[in-house]
């Protein structure tokens, strides 16, 4: 069964949808870098083991790095998630997780990388909106993308409406590609993702229903 660590730093909603998912990996541990993120309340509801390594104890990127490294190999972990989790990673912490490290962008990538996504696709008059769970690279929000799920945006739409339904979706497709992964559906071989055997050249497309 592979052993799965979730990074945190704020409310966990997509830990809760991994949580209640019944992976057939386990998770076995969750690391926030924010002492008050309210996803370690729900590890601790979980009976799931949490630890909080504050990036600000730390003098750089390198050292912090160290430690998460560290409490990774305690608990044996094969599978990072980054869920939410709010600092950029130091090259050689991504390259110790190549193919192992998963993230979720609230993006239809490669558009829209980085912060504030929902009001930039807005201001510039984007037809459609999502959400991708991807590999970890070193270069931010560009890794592999594994699975998207696509949503039409509505005239009406405000940079909240669309974050919750794009909330919505990240909480279907985030647990159905780590459950790929923890079957071996998805793999990553030679910089390339696999799914069923086959190179995936475009992610697993999921569209919202409304
Ligand atoms: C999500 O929007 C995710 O796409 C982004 O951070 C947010 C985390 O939300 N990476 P939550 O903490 O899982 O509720």
Sequence with gaps: MMRIA???SGNGSNLQALLDAGLSGEIVGVMSNKAD?????RAQHANIASVIIEHKAYPDRESFDQVMQQQLLDWQVDLVILAGFMRI???????Q???RMLNIHPSLLPAYKGMHTHQRVLHS?????GCTVHFVTAELDAGQAIAQAVLEIKPHDTAQSLAQRVHQMEHFIYPQAVEWVCRGDIQFIDQQVHYRGQVLTHPIQFAALH
Excluded: C, D, I, T
């Design 37 to 41: 993120a309210y996803a370690l309340q």
């Design 125 to 129: 008059g984007e037809r459609y909106h």
């Design 89 to 95: 990673l130091s090259p050689k912490f991504v390259a």
């Design 6 to 8: 979730v990074l945190v």
């Design 97 to 99: 997780w190549q193919g």
